[in-house]
C-alpha cells in the first residue's frame, strides 16, 4: 500500500512540476501586451502620422487637443507600416472589434455619444470615429481608445486625421441649389 501512494504522489508532484514549467513557457512565449499612450495637438486640418514605438499587441490611446479654428465631428485612424520616410499598407495589425459597442474590447472614447466603424478587411486596417453630437470644438480636447492586435510584430505608424463638422447652412443651400435645379428641369 505504501507502494501505491509513493507512485501516486511521485505522479502529482511530477505532473505539478510539468504544469508549473507550462505556465511559465506559455508565459514567456505570449506576446507582449503593451499600452501606448499619446498626446497630440492640432494647429491646421491635416493628418498626422504617430509612431507606435512597439512592435505589440494592445491599447492605444490618444489624448487630442483642436487648435485647428474648426470644429471635429470625427477622426480617421489608419495603419501603416513605416521603413524610415516610406510608408505603406501594412498586414497582420488589425483593430480589435468586439461589438456591441461598450464592451471591454471595443474601441472608446470621451465623446458621448459616438459610433464607429472598423475596416480590417484593406490592407492597411481603418477605424473611424464619429461624433457629430458631441464635437471636440476649437480649444476643446478629446481622447480615443483602442486595442490592437500585431500578430507580425512589426513596427507599424498610425495617420490620424480629423475632419471638420458640416455647416448646417453649407448644406442647406447645396439642397436648395439641387432642388431648383431639379425643378427646372422637371418644367423643361
Known sequence: ?????????RVISLSLIVLALGFLVLGVAAP???????SHTWNSMHTDYLMYNQPTNGWVTINVTNNTGFAW???HIEILQCYT???GAVTNVDFVDNHPSGSPLSPDSDRSPFTYTIDNASVGAKLDYYFYSDPILTGGSGMFKWKSTNSDGVLYQLAVTPSVVPEPVSTTLFLVGAATLGFRRFRK
Not at 507582449?32 to 499619446?38: C, F, G
Open 1 to 9: 500500500m505504501d507502494k501505491v501512494w509513493n507512485i501516486i504522489s
Open 32 to 38: 507582449a501586451q503593451a499600452d501606448e499612450v499619446w
Open 73 to 75: 465631428g470625427d477622426m
Open 85 to 87: 520616410f516610406a510608408c
